[in-house]
């Protein structure tokens, strides 16, 4: 998607879109928002709707983080401690590998 071609309502008004999704569990969401926003949102020169989208890409970008550590942390955990979890364990392993470590 272009974003020049939008008019500078249009971008805050999808700029919004993509925010609010993003508490549907879509974080990935928050991430592209981030993306495809930075510039218009921190580089262009000065507009009334930019203020708005600098508030949802600065929120986008908190809230992709801290995402991304939630899951960084679930996995450290997760492959540290599937053998001692027993049967739980082998019920949250999509593939269970052969052996022990």
Known sequence: MDLQKLKNEDKLILCRK??????????FLWLVNAIWFFKEAFRKPHYAEQSEIRTY????????????????????IFQ????????TGD????VIPLGEA
Request: aromatic share 20%.
């Open 18 to 27: 993509y925010y609010l999704a993003g508490f549907f569990l879509l974080p």
């Open 57 to 76: 890409v600065t929120r986008s970008i908190i809230g992709s983080a801290i995402w991304l550590a939630a899951i960084i942390t679930w996995v450290i």
């Open 80 to 87: 540290l401690n599937r053998v001692s979890w027993g049967a």
């Open 91 to 94: 019920l949250l392993t999509f």
